[in-house]
């Protein structure tokens, strides 16, 4: 990707006056010039544009500094999932930009999923001036406010209300609020739009430290049980689980952490000794709703580090900057207790089962991939088989389908010599297609579609299946059959955004399939791998995977 791709587009207005392509322009619109212009000397260096009228003058005006790479999609959910993506491993915000009306509120989703995950992300939306809302004009809700709920903060930038220094104070505060989640800055432009002049430059606004909060001190007694929750982090780099955290553990495959059992559904099915006295977690909530029911009213509930959820009513709170050095501490004297399962082998055979294709996923992926897991039933076997890959994420924040492919796409624009796999099932790749419909081409990422004919994770569920309703109404119909178009839809889908197709339905043409994944370099444009699995071999290699029981003589760690 060339600066914003400005050496192979004309300037827009006839001439190729290096001045235009080298920072010394800008949107004739203060609010739209100070955002640009600060959020880039903060640090902000990358922004997602939704195409639109309204808000041209946030595109003339980022388009024009130099230091942020812009990347456009049509798609404004997948916009701001994409920013959300490039925020992921850096930490650093990154901007995504609409136009007006619903085209803002469907930054709604990724605003959410970035909230419960605290990645910092800036959502800017173009407005028309507050005399206009509600008096019939098209494109026009009300977006002042329209986040609230998500986000760290939230104001609108008005430039006939707000003089340059308010304006570039209010910028200010966003971009440190966006260090803890995501920002909205609701920006409302009159006609003309287009309008631009000669870039000036000023100091940044002086800015006052945040207070750091005082930790709460909730210490472990020696002869305390104690089960420690590493849940999921955004997209860190994997490390062992160090043995000086001698507790008991179940270490998310979204945590970061590894070498101890991940699936807490399957520690709860081998459970026999009465629940711990003390449950510490760190990072996010866990997956299972069999382990959140189970925790009983005596056992307290410690989380350690950033951020804090209270699913059990009782948290105590301890703020600290490296929890796994603070869970050493604790467990100083203490008898080794983590927690291994061994693997349980689940092999391709002719009859596909959707936990053989993600674990041959997991062992073929190069170990300096990426690998973001689509949410549903990808996400709950991605806890049970082996990831050699260094960074394993799902979005686990509001844990929806919607933005997996598109925040993998994110990433993929950030780092584009890196790998960047998603492994998603048919309705979600589907239901997020247009996060491969950008500019410029994610070339780096290989999508494996796990299709086992619709939403898979309804028949793990007591009740869709006995309401005789379960294909039509919960699985959304059998995304295989004749009748929805089938193989043939998620073909042309892939098709539909540039990308090469292959489709497998059997253990040889995985393995064929994944080879092509991965052949060639990181430049060779989207691929597709659709594999066709079966429901009940599927349901066969669940219940192997979680009824695998601790290997006394061989440990093999997950």
Not at 167 to 175: G, H, K, P, Q
Not at 349 to 361: E, R, T, W
């Amino acid at each position: 990707m060339g600066r914003n791709g400005s050496e192979d587009r004309e300037h827009p207005f006839g001439t190729a006056d290096l001045k235009y392509l080298c920072g010394m322009w800008t949107s004739e619109h203060a609010a739209a010039r100070w955002l640009a212009a600060d959020l880039a000397a903060m640090g902000l260096r990358y922004a997602v544009i939704a195409p639109g009228s309204r808000n041209a003058p946030l595109v003339l005006a980022f388009h024009h500094q130099p230091q942020i790479e812009l990347a456009v999609a049509v798609d404004e959910r997948a916009a701001a999932h994409i920013a959300l993506g490039m925020a992921l491993r850096t930490r650093v915000p990154a901007a995504a930009i609409s136009t007006s009306g619903t085209a803002a509120v469907n930054f709604g989703p990724a605003l959410a999923e970035a909230f419960y995950q605290g990645v910092p992300l800036i959502a800017l939306t173009a407005d028309r001036p507050a005399a206009a809302i509600d008096r019939g004009h098209g494109q026009t809700v009300r977006q002042s406010g329209l986040f609230t709920a998500h986000t760290r903060y939230e104001t609108t930038l008005d430039a006939d209300l707000l003089d340059e220094s308010a304006l570039r104070a209010r910028i200010a505060e966003a971009w440190r609020a966006a260090a803890d989640g995501p920002v909205h800055l609701n920006v409302p432009f009159d006609e003309p739009l287009y309008g631009i002049t000669e870039a000036t430059t000023a100091p940044l606004p002086a800015t006052q430290p945040s207070a750091s909060a005082s930790p709460r001190i909730a210490p472990i007694a020696p002869t305390d049980r104690v089960l420690v929750l590493l849940g999921p982090a955004p997209h860190t780099e994997r490390r062992r689980v160090p043995e000086s955290c001698a507790f008991e553990v179940i270490a998310d495959a979204f945590s970061g952490w590894y070498g101890v059992e991940a699936s807490a559904d399957r520690w709860m099915r081998h459970r026999t000794e009465p629940f711990p006295d003390v449950v510490v977690t760190v990072g996010g909530p866990p997956m299972s709703k069999a382990l959140r029911n189970a925790v009983p009213d005596r056992t307290r509930h410690v989380h350690v580090g950033a951020g804090s959820w209270d699913v059990w009513g009782r948290l105590e709170h301890v703020q600290v900057e490296d929890p796994m050095a603070w869970l050493a501490a604790m467990a100083v004297g203490r008898p080794e207790r983590g927690q291994a399962m061994p693997l349980a082998e689940v092999p391709l055979q002719d009859a596909l089962s959707d936990a053989a294709v993600i674990a041959a996923v997991g062992q073929t992926a190069p170990e300096s991939a990426s690998v973001h897991i689509a949410n549903s039933t990808a996400a709950r076997y991605a806890q049970l088989v082996p990831w050699r890959a260094r960074r394993v994420h799902a979005n686990r924040g509001v844990a929806g389908i919607d933005g997996c492919t598109s925040t993998a796409v994110g990433e993929a624009l950030a780092h584009p010599d890196e790998w960047v796999v998603v492994v998603t099932g048919d309705l979600a790749f589907l239901y997020d297609l247009n996060g491969l419909w950008v500019d410029p081409e994610p070339r780096n990422v290989r999508v494996v579609v796990v299709d086992n004919g619709g939403g898979g994770i309804f028949r793990w569920l007591k009740g869709p299946k006995e309401s005789g309703l379960l294909t039509r109404y919960f699985e959304g119909g059998d995304c295989r059959s004749e009748a929805s178009g089938g193989r043939r839809s998620l073909e042309a889908a892939a098709a539909s955004v540039g990308a090469a197709c292959q489709t497998a339905r059997s253990a040889e043409g995985v393995r064929a399939g994944l080879d092509w994944l991965f052949a060639g370099g990181t430049r060779d444009g989207v691929k597709v791998l659709v594999v066709e699995t079966d429901g009940e071999a599927s349901d066969l290699a669940y219940q192997r995977l979680m009824n695998a029981r601790p290997n006394q003589n061989e440990t093999r760690w997950l």
